[in-house]
């Protein structure tokens, strides 16, 4: 599959040049591994835009920084500190006067130690540049996502088959994770998510000591991540029986997110993809029990560009990959949630999630 790392440094460095910048300062590890395949915890990468970027690193990946970067930057080995390095390129550069840096990312005591690296460099604050080239997925990174979450269903199919009444929240999760592990996941890209009874209703319960008990719900919210791609899901199950109750609130969900994952379209705005799960929910009386947004995108990072949320006005683009989760929280009961993984495709909407949707019986 073609590398597209080439076409993400360019097209960077032409909004470098539109913004009448000559270099941007990465200090994001997702977008520094997005724009040159370095996985690491510790870099500083300087982008120029007409000119060969710079990845400043520690001894500790002087070997993985050559295999994973290539000839996709020069590679700088810095014995003390990355910022001395960062200084010494920049003084290096045969010409240029203004730095772009990624203000969101920036610690305020990264900042202060602008005034000593400035030199002939004007730094100036910028957001989202990379951010936004990452939103559109390429083929070979929809095809990593996709075995995130073929990873990801497998391990919950081999979970739900373990899980007993009496088992605490932390052992579901453990088991989870092992298969996860087992299958080929990365990593856990969050803290899994097992959430039983009135827990449920917590949107980010972490996993607890409390035992599972017959007649609750049983929620679950977690991800896999392959190639540094994550996928993100949840499924709500009934522990050993079913009331009236939660399969009508089941189902009221359920229905959401079929609505939200078969409407959303690239170029609709982010509020406007929400509403057809927000508006539904509402009409059947639970609008006051839906607080969260619908959703958001997911890549190298599990809560990415763009926002499918009330006040989110950008368009979504073609080629996202968005989550679709509504859900209904009612405190001191319980709640429910169904979250799948959509691919915005020019052409519409693709499901890449396919575990079932229906209120399964398990324990």
């Known amino acids: 599959m073609e590398d597209r790392r080439p076409h993400r ?4 460095r032409a909004a470098l040049r539109d913004r009448e910048c000559d270099a941007l300062l990465v200090t994001s590890l997702p977008n520094i591994r997005y724009l040159t395949g370095f996985s690491g915890s510790a870099a500083l990468l300087v982008v120029f835009a007409d000119a060969a970027s710079v990845l400043i690193t520690d001894f500790r990946y002087a070997v993985q920084v050559v295999e994973e970067v290539g000839d996709h930057a020069v590679v700088r080995i810095e014995s003390s500190s990355l910022w001395t390095g960062l200084r010494d390129v920049l003084a290096a550069a045969p010409h240029g006067q203004v730095l772009a840096f990624e203000s969101t990312h920036v610690l305020f005591s990264d900042y202060e130690r602008f005034a000593e690296l400035a030199g002939r460099w004007q730094f100036r604050a910028n957001s989202g540049l990379v951010e936004t080239l990452r939103e559109r997925k390429d083929p070979g990174e929809l095809a990593l996502i996709r075995e995130a979450v073929r990873i990801a269903e497998t391990a919950l199919e081999r979970t739900i088959a373990q899980v007993q009444v009496g088992q605490t929240e932390r052992q579901v999760a453990g088991i989870l994770e092992h298969h996860l592990r087992d299958l080929g996941s990365d990593a856990t890209p969050f803290e899994t998510i ?9 949107p980010h319960a972490r996993a607890s000591t409390r035992a599972l008990e017959g007649g609750e719900f049983l929620l679950i919210d977690f ?5 540094g791609y994550c996928s993100d899901i949840t499924r709500t199950f009934a522990l050993r029986s079913v009331k009236p109750k939660m399969q009508h609130i089941h189902d009221v969900v ?4 079929l609505s939200a994952s078969a409407g959303v379209r690239a170029g609709m705005r982010g509020r406007d993809a929400d509403a057809i799960a927000r508006d539904y929910i509402e ?5 006051e029990l839906f607080g969260h947004s619908l959703g958001h995108g997911i890549g190298l990072e599990v809560h990415e560009g763009p926002r499918l949320a009330r006040t989110a006005d950008a368009p979504l683009p073609q080629g996202a ?5 509504p859900g209904i929280y009612k405190p001191g009961w319980g709640g429910v949630r169904i979250e799948d993984d959509v691919f915005l495709a020019d052409d ?3 499901m890449l999630t396919s575990f079932s949707r229906d209120l399964l019986v398990i324990g």
């Open 9 to 12: 440094l360019a097209a960077l």
């Open 321 to 325: 990959v968005v989550t679709i989760e």
């Open 223 to 227: 991800g896999a991540s392959f190639g």
């Open 254 to 257: 359920r229905e959401a997110t």
């Open 194 to 202: 097992v959430a039983s009874g009135p827990r449920a209703a917590l």
């Open 283 to 287: 009409s059947r009386g639970f609008g």
């Open 348 to 350: 519409g909407p693709v």
